[in-house]
């Protein structure tokens, strides 16, 4: 019962560009709420990818970027690689009465 | 380097209960507040419970609020999360996530694996 939405998969060619789409509403990312994102290869712990909307932490590629607008955010992938291929989720806060700390549904990127 | 690992998962029935800690090392643990965060064999992340740095606020999902403590110990680094009435649902491996204000979580440790069966 995530209140974030998220495909459940994308997919491209090496080299392409993906984006995943991640939607909010106004009690979270439309509040004014950072968007973070994870990336979680198979069978490891998740990972920060994306921070405070668009700001890359140290270590990851260029190739990953990230935005916000209105009550949805984004995460883009270009030049993808085939190491890319893995769970990659949104995270919010959320303003609501049951809200708090909120995961998007998550989205399966599959390089072909 | 800052390493969180998580401890205390098994096998237990329904009803039962489990108490998870999370080892902390590399940074100031007491000056962050800490997550617990789970994940269902095969499903999506959700988070779990909240604790401030100095413990004074907790803050739980709906969907364990009543059941679940979330608490901890600054002079020990350890995080712990204790887990009554445990039901099937509950079946998950648990993350401890460090808070980074403005970042987020990180990071995360390797997760501990909790099954709830009879």
């Known amino acids: 019962q995530s209140v974030l939405t998220q495909p459940p998969s994308v997919s491209g060619a090496p080299g392409q560009r993906v984006t995943i789409s991640c939607t909010g509403s106004s009690s979270n990312i439309g509040a004014g709420y950072d968007v973070h994102w994870y990336q979680q290869l198979p069978g490891t712990a998740p990972k920060l990818l994306i921070y405070g909307n668009s700001n890359r932490p140290s270590g990851v590629p260029d190739r990953f970027s990230g935005s916000k607008s209105g009550t949805s955010a984004s995460l883009a992938i270009t030049g993808l690689q085939a190491e890319d291929e893995a769970d990659y989720y949104c995270q919010s806060y959320d303003s609501s009465l049951s809200g708090y700390y909120v995961f998007g549904t998550g989205t399966k990127v599959t390089v072909l | 380097q800052v390493q969180l690992v998580e401890s205390g998962g098994g096998v237990v029935q329904p009803g039962g209960s489990l108490r998870l800690s999370c080892a902390a090392s590399g940074f100031t643990f007491s000056s962050y507040g800490m997550h617990w965060v789970r994940q269902a064999p095969g499903k999506g992340l959700e988070w779990v419970a909240f604790?401030?740095?100095?413990?004074?606020?907790?803050y739980y999902a709906d969907s364990v609020k009543g059941r679940f403590t979330i608490s901890r110990d600054n002079s020990k680094n350890t995080l712990y999360l204790q887990m009554n009435s445990l039901r099937a649902e509950d079946t998950a491996v648990y993350y401890c996530?460090?808070?980074?204000?403005?970042?987020?979580?990180?990071?995360w440790g390797q997760g501990t694996l909790v099954t709830v069966s009879s």
């Open positions: 996530a460090k808070d980074r204000p403005r970042w987020g979580f990180d990071p």
């Open positions: 604790i401030r740095y100095d413990g004074s606020n907790k």
